[in-house]
């Protein structure tokens, strides 16, 4: 196989970024649902409706963007804008479910709409809302293993290993985002907090 173009330092701290954007990303999971629950008023459409939208655009982002990683030469230029889109998503996602709200407000002031329909309205619209972040997300995986594997008979090794680390750092931002950043941040400052490092990561890659 090809020698790798980066020093070897660069893979372990490489790893370190992806455990942080699984740790991020739950960051943005918890606080977005605690969002929508002032969307909603009810915490079991908040939850049905972040959980559709995220498995959705992990699905989506995993398939498409995994696609596209594969013809890829340079995967981690591709993962740094990745990562950058994530991160402004979490500077725009308190903005974007404000204006649902007022739209919300604004078509239950022109329309004689029923709970359950204007339920249906308010899921639809979050969901659209919520999706490309996750499409982003979900597409982070296939592009890390783009660069790490590069023989056929290392595929499962790696694939396992990225998917645990993430997943541990999944983990670890939901306990951190449940039970500290938005208890001594606040709620829309935890998003600002996790989102930061994701802008910044930028500089790393390039």
Same mark, same amino acid.
């Given at each position: 196989?090809?020698?790798?173009?980066?020093?070897?330092?660069?893979?372990?701290?490489?790893?370190?970024?992806?455990?942080?954007?699984?740790?991020?990303?739950? =960051? @943005?999971?918890?606080?977005?649902?605690?969002?929508?629950?002032?969307?909603?008023?009810?915490?079991?459409? $908040?939850?049905?409706?972040?959980?559709?939208? +995220? !498995? /959705?655009?992990?699905?989506?982002?995993?398939?498409?963007?995994?696609?596209?990683?594969?013809?890829?030469?340079?995967?981690?230029?591709?993962?740094?804008?990745?990562?950058?889109?994530?991160?402004?998503?979490?500077?725009?996602?308190?903005? $974007?479910?404000?204006?649902?709200?007022?739209? @919300?407000?604004?078509?239950?002031?022109?329309?004689?709409?029923?709970? @359950?329909? +204007?339920?249906?309205? %308010?899921?639809?619209?979050?969901? *659209? #809302?919520?999706?490309?972040?996750?499409?982003?997300?979900? &597409?982070?995986?296939?592009?890390? #293993? %783009?660069? !790490?594997? %590069? %023989?056929?008979?290392?595929?499962?090794?790696? #694939? &396992?290993? *990225?998917?645990?680390?993430? /997943?541990?750092?999944?983990?670890?931002?939901? =306990? $951190? $985002? &449940?039970? !500290?950043?938005?208890?001594?941040?606040?709620? @829309?400052?935890?998003?600002?907090?996790? &989102?930061?490092?994701?802008?910044?990561?930028?500089? !790393?890659?390039?």
């Amino acid at each position: 196989p090809a020698a790798s173009p980066y020093g070897h330092w660069v893979q372990p701290v490489i790893l370190l970024l992806f455990f942080l954007s699984g740790a991020t990303g739950l =960051v @943005y999971e918890v606080a977005w649902m605690r969002m929508l629950t002032l969307v909603f008023g009810a915490t079991s459409f $908040a939850t049905a409706t972040i959980l559709s939208s +995220f !498995f /959705t655009g992990l699905a989506i982002g995993s398939f498409a963007i995994g696609r596209l990683a594969d013809r890829s030469r340079r995967p981690l230029r591709l993962y740094a804008i990745l990562e950058i889109g994530v991160g402004a998503s979490a500077f725009l996602m308190p903005l $974007a479910l404000a204006g649902l709200t007022e739209l @919300y407000v604004w078509l239950s002031h022109q329309f004689a709409i029923e709970f @359950y329909q +204007f339920s249906l309205i %308010r899921f639809v619209l979050s969901f *659209l #809302v919520l999706v490309p972040p996750a499409i982003l997300m979900g &597409g982070t995986l296939p592009v890390m #293993v %783009r660069f !790490f594997v %590069r %023989r056929q008979e290392t595929l499962g090794r790696h #694939v &396992g290993r *990225l998917y645990g680390l993430n /997943t541990l750092g999944a983990v670890v931002g939901s =306990v $951190a $985002a &449940g039970f !500290f950043l938005i208890l001594f941040l606040g709620l @829309y400052e935890a998003t600002y907090a996790a &989102g930061a490092p994701e802008v910044l990561r930028r500089d !790393f890659h390039n």
